[in-house]
């Protein structure tokens, strides 16, 4: 699906003499279609402010595309880091002793809050906020978390007293409050000001922002809709750094991640897609123009406004000059916009009329993957996305076969949703992202773990990890699951 | 009548030919029995025991012939195996094998099957750990204090401290005490090693004059008896040929695909693609009792000189990654911090003129007036096309910062003997592949510097050896990962070897094989439960 849309743009682009080679937008959507996101998002971020009147309405589109695919990749990445890094923190946490984690309590709290877990992640922070070996300075930013849980849980009052006894004298403390102001939705404590001031504080001392204000101000960046800021601060980042760095004893090393980074990149690329977008449907091109109202739709949908995605669909779908398969992709979309305003009748109808009109694969594939998405079960599409698969492997039947394999990981049948996903995998480029869709890598990675091919795993993040190096937040954790999931005998044998 | 008799004859023949043999086992999995397996390996072993060998292809025949006294499952758990049952001391220090009462050992042809007892756990570990057993197991098994028969069926081992994994570590494959001509110690002359016997799910019946290894079903085996009839190990010395076999059905199975042959073999639906993660990795290793390659700077200078990505790129396909040290990048102990050196020749000629070496009139690097040439060991069952290549991209990279290479191919056993036995080589290529506990000791301690041991290169760093014992003594999983990231990051600096790369490992195997779950270290662990649907036995 997302072929025909490229060639849509590809097309588009090509109504204007250029040269190829040169030019920096068909070198961003050619660095999209190899899904190399974040190469191509700064290459056509850093060229948009020189772009022609012409070609900025298509830049904006192209960066609205690729940030929207960048937005569902993170989200996956979102999901697998919370599994994993609970899985690694619940076994750290039953080493016992002098040389046991005091961290590992914070990080608990901090993971259970980012699952939703929030009376769980109560009794973590105040688990950490108890512990004499921890330094009364570090307390502070469990309070923010435990604050934050309190606010979630509608305890208010609880929530801003204990907000109001956190020492803001720290770059790091001062963001952390802003992002938990700003994620509970208290812009009047203006978040945006406080990450101000804090980088100011920043500069003027002459450090670098650490990556714990940077998850911060992402987080802010993202919820206020500052996409420049945002952009500017991900240049600058190095995202694979890990947030703490607990020495419990001589040579152990416990280094810390935390997947909220990778949950509020998510966020920001969402934001900052529906911005581009926006921009690129008040272009007066008529090509650009329609295809930003159908990404719009998508986007919408995707993000939480099912009634300005219906709104956008309708319209697309209306207009005579758009390819027959994005109509279609478009009427998955408005059938899953009635479900998420409560008409779920008139969704199935919908998916049921598309099932007997197209048995396009990848159409099948897009209405599976949104069944997922929103727990719809729709056992239809399934049989019928089975039946399709039989038909065999390789890259047309990929993304039918992803939609199948993440299916059967929503399902918890990791056997199957490891078999269909390997059926889509590209195997001779096994866990490269130019040949594989990075969103099937994240959960055929995901299905590995959970089937305990812990190796097949860090493969796929490791190779990953050279075009997203946020990744590096579930590595570790990985890595420390392996190591102690292990049983082996410590053989090695020439090859 | 005659006529009537000879009827009744034939029939009772046949219906006594039909009936399963006495005792024999059979599974309750309602699959049927039958048919064979061959498949392609890459080389033949040079002994088929689970305790003198190092090499792959012998891991995987001996993973059919021998049980441990604990196995690991599908889901990578530890289950019984020979021993039935186990019970651990609090103090983690002893552990209590109960063992099956009814394993028999492979019968030689005309002998009554003889029973498996504790007597051979303990001749097993005795053998083993003798100073004239020629073992890379030795190391493994160290922390073995004694081991007690407390009666024919329980077996209790003694450790000198506690250490973690333990109980993985009893899978080590146990041989009759009855089988080696020597009870002492086991000798690569020892006719034991190359007609072995053991307890497991295939009998070695004969080796053809072609090198094929053929096992057949063991009837009593103690899990049911397997359902594939007879298993063919051919090795093949060149991987493009292998794939030509797959492909044109004169075999069945490819234990590992040749990256060209993927594309064709993933769209032919006759075949299974299945990957396995074997961790991996190829290097080209040094000679450090060689005074030049003693030098850290020379050693760097060689991997700076070498563009491995062009290599990977070229050669394989891109199928793999480049890798900076001691561990595969799927394993846990691979130390993400570090990066590969760039390739980057100046850098290598200037650390070749640090070490002493300047450029003479024919362009060749010297030093006290003489030349930087050496000489690279490269074995014969590694000659597929690809690696004929890496040899040859590797002479023209150091030849370009003036190093003289002469590459010399071997027979696989020839090769091996310099490498490890004499130590007969400046160079040589090779992989190494390790299982999920990524322990690295028997390659770089100095401990392991000797006949047949792994460290032939005889790297020395008092530093190294002091982290690995450390890293074994622990029992705190995050302490042994830091260990290992130092580790990593020392060897990497050291470099003993230049690490190369790790590469994707598919098996390959006709549809007709069913039920195939391949272990990603030993390969054929679960390989009793195969079957062939009757439809396609030949």
Not at chain 1, 212 to 234: K, S
Not at chain 2, 122 to 144: A, C, D, G, Q, S
Request: glycine letters at 6%; one cysteine or more.
């Amino acid at each position: 699906m997302k072929k025909a849309a490229l060639i849509c743009m590809l097309m588009v682009l090509l109504a204007v003499p250029s040269h190829a080679a040169k030019d920096p937008l068909k070198r961003g959507l050619q660095l999209y279609k190899k899904h190399r996101y974040e190469d191509a998002l700064h290459l056509l971020y850093t060229y948009l402010p020189s772009a022609d009147s012409g070609r900025q309405a298509k830049t904006y589109l192209s960066l609205g595309m690729i940030c929207l695919d960048n937005a569902n990749l993170y989200q996956d990445l979102y999901h697998a880091a919370i599994v994993i890094n609970l899985d690694y923190f619940t076994r750290l946490l039953s080493v016992k002793g002098p040389s046991k984690s005091h961290w590992v309590n914070f990080y608990l709290g901090q993971t259970l809050l980012e699952a939703g877990e929030l009376s769980e992640a109560v009794a973590f922070f105040k688990k950490f906020l108890a512990d004499e070996n921890v330094q009364p300075q570090d307390k502070d930013l469990a309070k923010i978390g435990l604050a934050t849980a309190y606010f979630l849980q509608d305890e208010h009052d609880k929530a801003h007293d204990l907000w109001s006894t956190v020492k803001q004298n720290k770059p790091e403390l001062l963001t952390s409050l802003a992002a938990a102001y700003s994620r509970v939705g208290l812009t009047e404590k203006k978040p945006l000001a406080m990450c101000k001031s804090a980088l100011d504080r920043l500069q003027r001392a002459g450090h670098t922002p650490s990556i714990q204000l940077i998850t911060n101000l992402i987080c802010v960046y993202a919820r206020e809709g500052r996409v420049d800021e945002g952009f500017e601060m991900i240049k600058q980042a190095d995202l694979k750094a890990f947030f703490h760095e607990e020495i419990p004893t001589k040579n152990k090393v416990i280094r810390f991640y935390d997947s909220a980074l990778l949950g509020n990149l998510s966020l920001f690329y969402a934001k900052a897609a529906l911005k581009f977008l926006e921009k690129a449907h008040a272009s007066n091109d008529k090509n650009v123009n329609g295809l930003a109202q159908y990404y719009l739709g998508e986007g919408y949908g995707l993000f939480g406004h099912p009634d300005q995605s219906m709104r956008m669909m309708k319209a697309f779908i209306s207009a005579n000059n758009h390819p027959l398969r994005l109509k279609n992709k478009a009427k998955v979309r408005q059938a899953f916009n009635h479900y998420l305003l409560g008409d779920e009748a008139a969704a199935k109808d919908q998916l049921s009329d598309l099932l007997q009109a197209d048995s396009e694969p990848n159409l099948i594939a897009e209405m599976l993957l949104s069944c997922i998405q929103y727990k719809f079960d729709a056992p239809q599409v399934v049989i019928q996305a089975s039946a399709m698969a039989q038909r065999g492997q390789g890259k047309p039947l990929s993304r039918i076969n992803f939609a199948l394999g993440k299916y059967y990981l929503w399902k918890k049948n990791y056997r199957k949703a490891v078999s269909y996903m390997e059926a889509g995998r590209d195997k001779s480029n096994k866990n490269r992202v130019e040949f594989n869709d990075p969103l099937m890598l994240v959960n055929l990675a995901e299905a590995n773990y959970r089937s305990k091919h812990f190796s097949e795993s860090l493969e796929i993040f490791f190779e990953m990890s050279k075009q997203f190096p946020a990744v590096r937040q579930i590595q570790v954790a990985l890595q420390g699951v392996y190591s102690m999931e292990q049983k082996s005998a410590g053989d090695v044998k020439i090859f | 009548m005659k006529r009537l008799a000879s009827v009744l004859t034939i029939f009772f023949g046949v219906f006594v030919m039909l009936l399963p043999q006495a005792g024999a086992l059979t599974k309750d999995d309602g699959n049927p029995n039958g048919g064979a397996l061959n498949y392609g390996e890459y080389g033949r072993p040079a002994t088929l025991d689970p305790i003198t060998s190092n090499d792959m292809i012998a891991l995987r025949i001996s993973e059919l012939i021998f049980n441990g006294l604990v196995g690991i499952d599908e889901k990578q758990e530890i289950v019984a195996d020979l021993a039935e049952r186990w019970d651990i001391s609090e103090n983690g220090r002893m552990y209590t094998f109960y063992l099956r009462k009814d394993v028999t050992w492979h019968a030689k042809e005309g002998e009554d099957p003889m029973p498996f007892t504790a007597d051979d756990v303990i001749f097993t570990y005795n053998i083993m750990m003798h100073p004239e057993t020629i073992t890379p197991l030795k190391v493994r098994y160290e922390f073995i204090d004694a081991v007690t028969k407390i009666d024919d069926y329980t077996v209790e081992f003694t450790l000198k401290r506690p250490i973690l994994n333990a109980l993985a570590k009893f899978s080590f494959k146990i041989i009759p005490k009855h089988g080696p001509q020597n009870s002492e110690f086991l000798a690569r002359e020892d006719p034991f090693v190359q007609n072995p016997i053991g307890t497991g799910p295939y009998l070695l019946k004969n080796i053809t004059a072609e090198r094929e290894i053929i096992l057949v079903a063991n009837e009593n085996y103690f899990k049911g008896r397997p359902h594939i009839d007879k298993v063919i190990a051919r090795p093949f010395a060149d991987q493009n040929i292998m794939g030509q076999a797959l492909m044109f059905n004169a075999i069945d199975m490819i234990v590992l695909v040749n990256h060209r042959d993927i594309p064709q073999l993933q769209g032919d639906k006759r075949f299974v693609l299945q990957p396995y993660n074997a961790l991996s990795y190829s290097f080209f290793g040094f000679n450090t009792r060689n005074p030049t390659l003693a030098d850290k700077r020379v050693r760097k200078a060689f991997t700076y000189a070498l563009n491995r990505k062009e290599m990977l790129d070229s050669f394989f396909q891109g199928q793999g990654t480049i890798i900076s040290g001691p561990y595969a990048p799927g394993s846990w102990a691979y130390n993400l911090d570090v990066q590969p050196l760039p390739y980057d020749p100046g850098k290598a000629v200037e650390l070749l003129n640090e070490a002493g070496f300047v450029k003479g009139a024919d362009g060749i690097m010297e030093k006290n007036g003489k030349k930087l040439s050496l000489t690279i060991k490269v074995p014969i069952a590694k000659e597929s096309e690809a690696v004929k290549r890496v040899i040859l991209a590797f002479r023209n990279y150091l030849s370009k910062i003036g190093v003289e290479i002469n590459a010399e191919f071997q027979e696989w056993l020839a090769w091996k003997e310099d490498i490890f036995l004499h130590h007969d080589f400046d160079l040589m290529f090779a992989s190494w592949v390790f299982d999920d506990s990524a322990d690295i000791s028997s390659l770089f301690h100095s401990a392991e510097i000797g006949p047949w041991k792994n460290n032939f290169g005889a790297f020395t760093n008092a530093e190294v050896d002091g982290l690995i014992v450390e890293s074994k003594l622990t029992l705190d999983h995050e302490k042994r990962r830091t260990i290992n990231r130092r580790l990593h990051e020392i060897i990497a600096d050291e470099n003993p070897y230049t690490f190369l790369w790790t590469l994707t490992n598919y098996a390959a195997f006709n549809k007709k094989l069913r039920r195939v779950a391949i272990h990603p270290y030993k390969f054929f662990s679960f390989a009793d439960d195969w079957f062939i649907p009757e439809s396609e036995q030949r």
